[in-house]
Nanobody, 125 residues
Framework: VQLQACGGGLVQSGGSLRLSCAASGFSLSYYAIGWFRQAPGKEREGVSCLASVEDRTYYADSVKGRFTISRDNAKNTVYLQMSSLKPEDTAVYYC???????????????????WGQGTEVTVSS
């Protein structure tokens, strides 16, 4: 069971990036997904979450209207499209998964069972 996050990089303020989180060893279609981030010297925080059914979503206020979470069950991959990036979005981004068929999304770190290795996003001003 593995999550592999990628897509990070260096981008100018106002730019866009799309992060991907590919699963192996299990089907993401039965899992709720979360994207978290951790900036230097700060605690890890929830960015966006996606339920396994009905595609209910959650966005932190800081990213609402700029980020979009989605999944492609055929590719067993979840995405985080990030637009209008700001320097304060600079962080290591992690994807996480928890088995769930309830239609709920989960915003707390301790609710997730599987974590990707993180992908670094740097937004220059």
């Amino acid at each position: 069971v593995q999550l592999q996050a990628c897509g990070g990089g260096l981008v100018q303020s106002g730019g866009s990036l799309r992060l991907s989180c590919a699963a192996s060893g299990f089907s993401l279609s039965y899992y709720a997904i979360g994207w978290f981030r951790q900036a230097p010297g700060k605690e890890r925080e929830g960015v966006s979450c996606l339920a396994s059914v009905e595609d209910r979503t959650y966005y932190a206020d800081s990213v609402k209207g700029r980020f979009t979470i989605s999944r492609d069950n055929a590719k067993n991959t979840v995405y985080l499209q990030m637009s209008s990036l700001k320097p304060e979005d600079t962080a290591v981004y992690y994807c996480a998964a928890v088995y769930s068929l309830t239609g709920n999304y989960y915003t707390r770190i301790d609710e997730y069972d599987y974590w990707g290795q993180g992908t670094e996003v740097t937004v220059s001003s």
